[in-house]
Every structure is written in C-alpha cells, then in structure tokens.
C-alpha cells in the first residue's frame, strides 16, 4: 500500500520507504532482536532462547499488522534489500484515515497472553502491565503513539530512524496531535531532537527482578506537543 506521506527529505538515496507486508515478518522480527538483544535491562523479560523469542515476535508483528489502529513503515537498503529499519505506531480513534488505511485490518480482538516460550510469564507479565499502566496514566490513546522504532545495527547512525519518525511527526502537527513513546537511554537524545519531552519514568529493579544483573533499568515517557501550524 502507498505511503500517507511523502518520503522525507533527509532519506539517503540508498534507502526506500515503504509498507511492510507479511513477507517482511521475518526480518522485522529479526532486526528486533538485532537492535535490543545487547540492551540487557529492557530485554530481562525476554526469552533466554533465541528461537523462541524470534517466535514470538513474529506471532506478534503479524497480529498488530492486523490491528486497524497499528501502522507500520520500514526503510530497505536499495542495493541488497536488507531491511534497515521499521516503525510501529498506535493511531488514535478517529484518526485512522489520516495515518493511511490498513490492508486486510481485522476489528481489535482483546489481547491475547502470549508470551516467548521459556521466558518468565511472571517477569512478562510485569513488564508489560507497567507499560500498560503508564499508557493509562497518560491517556496514550487520544494520542499517536510511537510503540517500536528499531534499526539494524548495521545501518546505525544512517538517518533511518529519524525518517521514520518526521513524516508521522508531520500528520501528528496537522492534526495537532500530541504523541507519546518510551524512551531508551540511547533513543532519548534523538526524541528530545524532535520536541519530546520526558514527562514520567517507568523503572525496573533489576536486582529483584533477575538473577544475574543489578542496578535500576529507566526507560523514559515522553511526550511531543504538535507545533502550531506555519
């Protein structure tokens, strides 16, 4: 499907945005993995079993590619096809038509628990009712919600992840939109970049939640402000 926006300027003429589809999964699973496995406090709920976890993602990005109210994009390396990065967004109610339709969309179903095999439902459980419980806090679904940005590491520090985040930012000023994403302590500079700012703070005591890492994992709320219109 066509995109809603027109690619942004600042995209390398050695990449091409697009629409993921459903023969993208596997590699959108992948480059996941690729960008946060090295990330140990935001990923002590994973699966200590690559197979298993790359399992899940892919159960996972192809329900939310199902979802009316989920967007995906993704950037590919032009000469080899690699996929370099992607984006998920949450779009709000109403909003729906501006954010682009959704090729075969299926109306919402409520969650299902699914978790990686070998992981500890208990730490995944926790995980993410404290995302959730920060969404409800903030009243995330009046607003676009950047849920997953990740680049292979590879292309890091190639421009791909502000590209997919400017066109968006763009729709989000024209609709006066305020949006909303958790940040890493490695992404965070880029959003404040773009007009975040943190608003809260989610934080995971690593030393009671595992056995094997200490200290306090942070990851931060932030919240953009559409910008009045020129």
Known sequence: ??????????????????????????????VYFEAFELDRGNTYWWSPDRAAQ???????????MRDPSVRH?????????????????????????????????????????????GADPELCRGFFDAVDGM???????????????CTSPKYFKRGAAKALLTPMLEIADAEGLRTILEATATGKPLYEKLGFREVDALKFDLSQLTKDMDGIYELTIMIREPK???
């Open 1 to 30: 499907m066509a995109l809603p926006f027109p690619p942004p300027a600042s995209l390398s003429p050695s990449f091409i945005m697009a629409r993921p589809t459903e023969a993208d999964i596997e590699a959108m699973a992948d």
């Open 54 to 64: 790359l399992a899940w993602s892919r159960r996972r990005v192809e329900r939310k």
């Open 73 to 117: 994009f993704k950037i590919t390396d032009v000469a080899s096809g690699d996929l370099v990065a992607w984006a998920r967004w949450n779009v709000p109610e109403g909003k729906e038509a501006v954010f682009g339709a959704v090729a075969d969309a299926t109306a919402t179903a409520p969650a299902v628990t699914d978790y990686p095999e």
């Open 135 to 149: 969404q409800k806090k903030w009243d995330a679904k009046s607003m676009l919600g950047l849920s997953v940005l």
């Open 228 to 230: 009045a219109k020129q």
